[in-house]
């Protein structure tokens, strides 16, 4: 059985910087989406098994980071640079099949709890 844990979470002002970690239960396609209030979940990140390719929203290129060690079966999501428009739920997703693209919600089979990033100005 597939199982996510997010952690790292957390208030932090405008500027400041969080990493979010993300535990799978296997080496997969991993992305990173977040939903703010009233909003629809949007596609953040993602890297490959290997991590060798990594995908970025335009909103955080150059201030967010994916990475992931294998060794560990965990993805790493840096956020530096952090804005206000950047508080929202962060969702961790494990992409199995490769079916659609890495882009939409409904290309990820399995999902993370959340954590929720609250940035203030």
């Known amino acids: 059985q597939v199982q996510l844990a997010e952690f790292g979470g957390g208030l932090v002002q405008a500027g400041g910087s969080l990493r979010l970690s993300c535990v799978a239960s296997?080496?997969?396609?991993m992305g990173w989406f977040r939903q703010a209030p009233g909003k629809e979940r949007e596609f953040v990140a993602a890297?490959?098994?290997?991590?060798?390719?990594?995908y970025y929203a335009d909103s955080v290129k150059g201030r967010f980071t994916i990475s992931r060690d294998n060794a560990k079966n965990t993805v790493y999501l840096q956020m530096s640079s952090l804005k206000p428009e950047d508080t929202a739920v962060y969702y961790c997703?494990?992409?199995?099949?490769?079916?659609?693209?890495?882009?939409?919600?409904?290309?990820?089979?399995?999902w993370g709890q959340g954590t929720q990033v609250t940035v203030s100005s």
């Open positions: 997703a494990l992409r199995l099949y490769y079916s659609g693209s890495y882009l939409i919600p409904s290309s990820y089979e399995y």
């Open positions: 296997g080496r997969v396609f």
């Open positions: 890297i490959n098994v290997s991590g060798v390719s990594t």
